[in-house]
Structure formats: structure tokens, C-alpha cells
């Protein structure tokens, strides 16, 4: 490449790398698109330092490079264009100084960003082709300077072997000796082998083929992208990607050192395209075969990378392991390095301990599971949902705060693609958020900055009262639907620039309804009618209409106006949630009770019953927050013994609901309109609502009192006095022994082998295994471990538990575990062979000589 063409690249390469890093600056301070900007920015940081890269490249005296001018020229070229286009749509997004503008604008504009954005990381992915090659060149010649370094000790051969091979190659080639046996295409690889200047021609070969079809793979992409690739004429002509391989490669020649002769003659097989000389090309373009064999399946081409081969020579083993090694390595080498992210999310059931504790806000109890490994902050739900999107939700700030500073992941998404910083912020815009779901908005991060991902519309902010601060008008929402709806009968070709500069120093949401008609009449043809259904349009993160918010948020007038205006309102959101699942999460009685008006008006279009994607029917959701939605919907007809997809019932769900105030009452009203079959429904675990409520004594009692069976095991074999057990609520197992029909289930066994007093023992509850030692019966004696009672307290060392296990009528002096231990050892082993423990073990625990 001459010097002059040098410059002019390298001198495009600097405005490229101005142009982009102005895009970039605009990127910062551009606040109101969403979190795909964050990986524009990336990649506009990545294909800055590949330019730079390719640059340094150019300006190096060192450095070979085969990339032929035209091909990078037209790389650039390409580039600077989208570089602009991308400036040009960022400004006219960022233009305006009202935020509600800027929105709008670029709900318009963003699948044109994303289609930028795309040819973007294509052109960056062509400067790392070029790179590659290029540092793979610069690799070969330094190597040919030491050739030892290339060759194998495996392929070094006698000298005569060497001289044999000179003199077959000083003669001419004979046809026939194209498909010799196995032992001459040894003795000529190894004489290829020991000639140092034939290996590295071999391998400078390989790269200017290399160098030539991927400049011109590259410029068949970047200047007919989209085009499809022709297949081989009938009548031999060349294909499109042949006319133009040969024509980048009549550029390379003339720019380039010379190479072999052979490399630029195209040739065609019967099946393949191929360079082999097996194979002739004649003047008319039609392949002529010459094979000398009768076989033609075991025909050996000259060229080893011929695809019409049956058998292809590996000429690989002919370089030393560690030159092919480092060649692969220059080859695969990057400017920018590749950033990986790697978190490993573990499936658990929305039953398990760590969820039920963040759902409960029970801090101590979460910090427990964590701590001895049984949960960890990358635990996720069948629904997507982690302990982060469920302490988000429940608005609990201490365990946020807690779960983030452990390191758990912001920007994971459930299935609806919802973070748990979305779903703080869908709490806070609540009528009645109490500020707790504003503090845990405030923990995520600025309330603004989210609110932009949500994408709202002009219609949508003014139902849920955002404003811009600096403007005083507050238009009620009957203005803004007058105006979405004399603009939708505005005729073609209204001008409306125009119509906007009407409501200069007014509400920006003016100005935000007539720009999405604004930017749909500039990007359509003209004489296009221009129509926006901003009545029923969807955010973007729950996809829920105007209607849905009002009903979310309690406001009863606004939905009163988006019915007069016809807003549809069996719209279901991505999730398949209607506007009642949306109203009993307002807290808002009213709300709820507005929304019912609406479906006894309307009842073919809203069903009551809707489940969403995961299975979940209002009545689900009610019973999580409020005993009085509960029992509105019970009246408006909701079937509570309707299962999700994980089996759960509205019981299973009250567990997470306020313990103090809401949960009885809430449990009071199912289970007075449900009977007692369904009471112990089981979820897909195997769970019945009961396991959910053994830390509240008032609604175990309501539960038993209703019908719930104490020994309904789960899939472990574990009932609920396993339970209880395992969790050291000793009050609500006092209570099941009291009032369970069926006691003996505290002496059942689980899959383990393991009764209510094993797992009291070996989860060091104390109160729970001194409330089972007072019934005569406490099951078998000992668990799938071979561990005794007196094993266990004796580990313990409470001497009261200890008294009371060997005063028990199972106790057996001198029990043995299976590895062989007395209670003696397991008493040294923890440390508490001494004092009190001492004593008794040495009382009860040995046999006496009398005996």
C-alpha cells in the first residue's frame, strides 16, 4: 500500500474516531431512553478501540498487512455513514427540554437506534477480521526468521530423503504421479519439511488466501448487505461471489508482493468449486475432468484444502505443536477483550424457606438460610423471580439493602423482563404507597431514571399525575384525549410542526401527543393517514394500558373517563393480567369495587377468573394485601379453589400477606367459602397451605378448626410436625398436639427414616424436642444416620434436654451409632464433655456393676 493511500485511511480513521466519541458524549448525557443504550455505549467504546487498533496498524513500519485499500476504504465509509445517521437521530431525540417530549420521541425512533446499533457491531466485527489477519501475518514473518522454531522434530528426515525430494521437484509434473501411494506422499511432505523456505512460502500461501477471501467476504457484506449469494450456473458462467472474489483479487496483486501463479486460476470440479490441478479450466468456462484413476472417490488433489477429496493430506504435522500453538493464538487475538458474566442461578420452589422469609421481611431468619448454605442470593423461583425481586416487591428496604450489598444481581428480569428495580418503582406510583416503597426505590436508584424505562405516554403520565415541575398546567385527561382524538381525524398531509407551535408555553403532554404523530408522518410515505390509539397504548415493562394504572392506583374519576372515551378493557397485559388483577393491588376499595362496576357492565370482556402466565387469578393476588378485596371478590363470584401453575391456592398465597393485621381475616374469608378437601390441596411439591402458617399459632388453629390435616406429608414424607420441627415453632407445635385429631403423626417417619424429634434434634431446637419427650411415644429412636437421642443432646449440651432424653422410655445406655460413637465421643468431639453433661452421661449412659 503506497503511502499516500496510507494517509487518507488513517486520516478517515481519525474523523471516524471523532465522529464516534462525539456520538458516545451524546450517549451520556442523553437520560431518557432505556437500558439498550447502555450497550450502544459498549459498543460504541469497542469499535472506537478497534479503529485505533487498525490505526496504530497503518502507521507501523512492522507491520504486514494484506487488507487491500478499496475493501477498508469502503469499510469507512460505511462506518462514517452510520456513525452520522446515529448523531442525527440522538439529536433530534435530545433536542427538546421536556422530558415527556423526549419519550415520546423515542418510543418513535428506537427500532431505528437498535437497526443502527446493529450495523454498528457488524462493521467493529470487520475490523477484528482485519486485525486478525494482520497480526497473523506479522506473526509468519517473524517466524520465518527461525524456521527451526516452525518444524517439527517428527518431520526432520535424513538428508538424502531431502535431496530425493529436490531432484522429483526440479523435474516436471507428470499427471499420473498425482495420485501416488501413501509412501511417496510421505517422503514428499517430509521433503517439504526440511526445505525452511518452501514451509513458510506453504504458509504465507495459506494467509494470502486468507488475507484475499476475507477482504473479499468483507466487501461483498459492506456493500451489498442483505443480498443472497448465487449458486454455481448450469452452464459454468461465474457467479456473482466469483466475479467479485476475482476482481478483489486483480486489486490485491496490484498492491501486493507477488504469489504463486496457481492461487488466482479458477478452477471447477464437477461437484465443488476448487484450485486443485486435478482439475482444468478451459476457455469455455465448463469443467473437463482428468482424473487418471478409475476410482474417482479416492482421487488426491494437490491442493490440501480441496473439498472434492475423499482423503485430505494433513500437512499440519509438519509444524512443531508450539508454532501452531502461537499462530492460533495471534490469529484469535482481540484489541478489545471480551467481558464475561458469569452467575449461576439456582431453580427453588416458590415454597422454600429463603422466599418465605423474604416475603415475611424476616431478615434474621434469611440471614440463617444464607449463612449455613441453604439458600443463596441467586435462588430464583419457576416464575424468574429472585429473593431481590420478592424483597422489591414486599417494599422490605432492610433486605434489599442486605441482598444488594451481599451482591445479588439488579438487572436480572422474570419472564416478563421485569427488574426488581421495576417492580419498586410499580409499588411507589401506588395511591397509597406508605414510603417504605419509596425507600426502596430510593436504595436502586434515581425515581426519574427509572420512570424512563417504562416508556410511559402523554396519557399514561397524566392518569398517574407526572408532570414536569417547571410547568403549571396540569391538563385533565379529557384535554389530552380531545386532542389524540382531533389529531387522529386531522386530514393527510397536516402540517404539525405547526400544530405543535399552538401549544408553545402550555403542558408539554401536549406537545408529546402531537409528536408521536409528527415523527409517524415524517418516516411515512406520503399521503399516509396518521393514527394513534393512545387510549389502550401499553409501557413497555408491564405492558399496561392507561385503564390498568387507574385501576392499579385507585383512580376511580380517571377510569370513569377512559370508559366514556372507550378504552378497551379486556386488554390483558404480556402476562395475561386483566385490569382486575391490576385494581386489587391498589389497596384502594374502591378501586377494586370500581373495576367490578365495569365488569357487571361488561362481563363477556372481563373475566373474573382470568389467570395470567403463571396461573394467578385476582383473588391470588388479593389475598397477599387485603382481607376487604378478598371478600369482594368472594361476593362478585371468584372461585378461591382455582390451582397456579405450581398448585398453589389464594390459601397457599395469604401466607405473605401483613401477619399481624390482614393475614386471619384474610384466612377467615377463604376458608369460610371453601370446604375441607380443598383446604389441604397440595401444590406441585406436595405442600398444603398449613406448612405456610406454622409461624402464626392463630391461623394454624383457624386452618385446623376449618378441616387442615397435621398429617399431610410432602414429597419428603414430612408433615407439618416435621415442620415445625425443622423451623423451632414450638408454641404452634404445642397447639397441633393439642387440637390434631390424628397426634400420631408426631411420631411419623419422613423418606429419611427421620421422625418430628430427629429433626428437632438435629436442628438444635431444643423447646420443640422437650415438647415431643413428654408424650410416652416419640416414634423410633433413631433416624437414616444411626444417631440416638442421646447422640444429639449430647452434642447439644443442654442438660435439661439431656435429662429429659434419658429419662425417656425409649433411652438405651450404652447406644452406639453406626460409625461406632457413644455419646461420650460425640460429647468430646462438640466440646461439652464436661460440667452437667459429664455428669449425666456418666448417670445414665453406663451400665452399673450390678446389673
Not at 37 to 66: M, N, W
Not at 230 to 254: A, N, V, Y
Not at 413 to 433: H, M, Y
Not at 792 to 812: E, T
Amino acid at each position: 500500500m503506497d503511502p499516500i493511500t496510507v494517509l487518507g485511511l488513517v486520516s478517515s480513521i481519525v474523523q471516524l474516531v471523532e465522529a464516534a466519541n462525539k456520538v458516545n458524549d451524546i450517549l451520556r448525557t442523553f437520560r431518557d431512553g432505556d437500558k439498550e443504550l447502555a450497550a450502544l455505549r459498549d459498543d460504541i467504546v469497542a469499535f472506537v478501540e478497534a479503529l485505533r487498533g487498525f490505526d496504530r496498524v497503518l502507521r507501523s513500519r512492522h507491520t504486514i498487512h494484506r487488507v487491500s485499500s478499496p475493501v477498508l476504504e469502503d469499510v469507512l465509509k460505511n462506518s462514517e455513514q452510520v456513525v452520522h445517521e446515529l448523531r442525527d437521530r440522538l439529536l433530534q431525540l435530545s433536542t427538546s427540554s421536556l422530558s415527556a417530549v423526549r419519550r415520546a420521541r423515542w418510543v418513535q425512533h428506537k427500532s431505528a437506534v437498535k437497526k443502527l446499533h446493529g450495523n454498528i457491531r457488524e462493521k467493529m466485527a470487520m475490523l477484528h477480521t482485519f486485525l486478525s489477519i494482520t497480526q497473523a501475518e506479522t506473526f509468519l514473518t517473524i517466524a520465518s526468521q527461525y524456521p527451526s522454531f516452525m518444524i517439527s522434530e517428527a518431520a526432520r528426515a535424513p538428508v538424502e530423503v531431502a535431496a530425493e525430494s529436490e531432484a522429483s521437484r526440479s523435474r516436471p509434473t507428470d499427471p499420473s504421479r498425482l495420485h501416488v501411494g501413501s509412501g511417496d506422499s510421505h517422503a514428499r511432505r517430509t521433503s517439504m519439511s526440511l526445505d525452511e523456505r518452501g514451509s513458510m512460502s506453504d504458509a504465507s500461501s495459506y494467509m494470502e488466501r486468507l488475507s484475499i477471501f476475507s477482504s473479499a467476504a468483507s466487501f461483498s457484506s459492506s456493500t451489498s448487505v442483505g443480498s443472497s449469494i448465487e449458486t454455481p450456473e448450469p452452464d459454468g458462467k461465474p457467479t456473482d461471489l466469483e466475479k467479485l472474489s476475482l476482481t478483489t483479487i486483480h486489486t490485491f496483486r496490484q498492491r501486493t508482493q507477488p504469489v504463486s501463479q496457481d492461487m488466482f486460476i479458477l478452477r471447477r470440479s464437477c461437484s465443488y468449486n476448487c484450485h486443485c490441478a486435478c482439475h482444468e479450466e478451459t476457455t469455455d468456462h465448463k469443467p473437463q475432468r482428468r482424473f487418471t484413476r478409475s476410482k474417482p472417490e479416492t482421487v488426491r488433489c494437490t491442493d490440501p484444502v480441496c473439498l472434492g477429496n475423499k482423503f485430505v493430506p494433513d500437512s499440519s504435522q509438519r509444524y512443531s505443536s508450539l508454532f501452531r500453538s502461537a499462530l492460533s493464538r495471534a490469529t484469535s487475538a482481540r484489541v478489545i477483550q471480551v467481558r464475561y458474566d458469569l452467575q449461576s442461578f439456582r431453580m427453588v420452589p416458590n415454597g422454600s424457606n429463603a422466599v418465605r422469609y423474604v416475603n415475611h421481611g424476616n431478615l434474621a431468619k434469611l440471614k440463617e438460610c444464607i449463612e449455613s448454605g441453604e439458600a443463596t442470593i441467586w435462588d430464583t423461583t419457576l416464575d424468574g423471580w429472585s429473593l431481590l425481586h420478592s424483597a422489591a416487591y414486599y417494599s422490605h428496604a432492610h433486605i434489599v439493602k442486605y441482598l444488594l450489598d451481599l451482591g445479588a444481581a439488579t438487572s436480572t428480569g422474570d419472564i416478563g423482563s421485569r427488574t426488581p428495580a421495576d417492580l419498586a418503582v410499580f409499588k411507589s406510583i401506588g395511591k397509597n404507597e406508605t414510603g417504605s416503597e419509596q425507600a426502596v426505590v430510593d436504595i436502586f436508584c434515581e425515581k426519574d431514571d427509572v420512570l424512563a424505562d417504562f416508556e410511559f405516554t402523554p396519557i399514561h403520565l397524566c392518569v398517574l399525575n407526572i408532570h414536569d415541575y417547571q410547568h403549571s398546567e396540569r391538563p385533565s385527561l379529557g384535554e389530552l384525549l380531545d386532542l389524540v382524538d382531533e389529531a387522529n381525524n386531522a386530514p393527510v398531509g397536516t402540517d404539525w410542526t405547526q400544530w405543535k407551535s399552538k401549544f408553545q408555553g402550555r403542558s408539554p403532554l401536549f406537545a408529546a401527543i402531537l409528536e408521536y404523530f409528527r415523527a409517524s408522518a415524517f418516516e411515512s410515505p406520503n399521503g399516509t393517514k396518521i393514527i394513534h390509539n393512545l387510549i389502550d397504548e401499553k409501557d413497555k415493562k408491564l405492558h399496561w394500558t392507561p385503564l390498568h394504572w387507574a385501576a392499579y392506583t385507585g383512580r376511580v374519576e380517571e377510569m370513569r373517563t377512559l370508559f366514556k372515551y372507550g378504552a378497551n378493557c379486556s386488554v390483558l397485559s404480556n402476562l395475561g393480567a386483566n385490569i382486575i388483577h391490576a385494581a386489587v393491588e391498589s389497596k384502594v376499595d374502591s378501586g377494586l369495587a370500581a373495576v367490578l362496576k365495569i365488569r357487571r357492565r361488561c362481563a363477556d370482556e372481563l373475566d373474573i377468573n382470568q389467570v395470567n402466565s403463571w396461573g394467578e387469578t385476582a383473588l391470588h393476588i388479593a389475598s397477599c394485601i387485603s382481607a376487604s378485596s378478598v371478600r369482594l371478590l368472594l361476593d362478585a363470584g371468584a372461585d378461591p379453589n382455582v390451582q397456579d401453575e405450581n398448585g398453589r391456592l389464594a390459601l397457599h398465597f395469604a401466607a405473605s400477606s401483613d401477619r399481624e393485621v390482614e393475614r386471619p381475616r384474610i384466612l377467615a374469608a377463604l376458608c369460610g367459602a371453601m370446604d375441607a378437601q380443598h383446604i389441604n390441596s397440595q401444590d406441585l411439591h406436595g405442600r398444603p397451605p398449613l406448612f405456610d402458617y406454622l409461624d402464626d399459632r392463630e391461623c394454624v388453629e383457624i386452618l385446623i378448626r376449618h378441616g387442615a390435616k397435621v398429617d399431610v406429608a410432602d414429597d419428603d414424607g414430612k408433615n407439618a410436625f416435621h415442620h415445625a420441627c425443622i423451623q423451632g415453632e414450638d408454641g404452634t407445635l404445642d397447639l397441633m398436639l393439642k387440637l390434631a385429631s390424628n397426634a400420631d403423626a408426631s411420631m411419623a417417619q419422613d423418606n429419611r427414616g427421620d421422625t418430628p424429634l430427629i429433626d428437632a434434634l438435629s436442628n438444635s431446637n431444643v423447646d420443640c424436642a422437650l415438647a415431643l419427650l413428654q408424650r410416652d411415644d416419640v416414634g423410633p429412636p433413631t433416624g437414616k444416620d444411626g444417631w440416638w437421642p442421646i447422640h444429639y443432646a449430647a452434642k447439644i449440651g443442654d442438660p435439661d434436654l439431656l435429662q429429659a432424653v434419658c429419662r425417656h422410655r425409649s433411652f438405651k445406655k450404652s447406644a452406639r451409632s453406626l460409625d461406632g460413637k457413644s455419646a461420650k465421643v460425640v460429647a468430646m468431639e462438640a466440646g461439652t464433655w464436661k460440667g452437667r453433661i459429664k455428669e449425666l452421661i456418666l448417670e445414665h449412659d453406663y451400665l452399673d456393676w450390678d446389673d
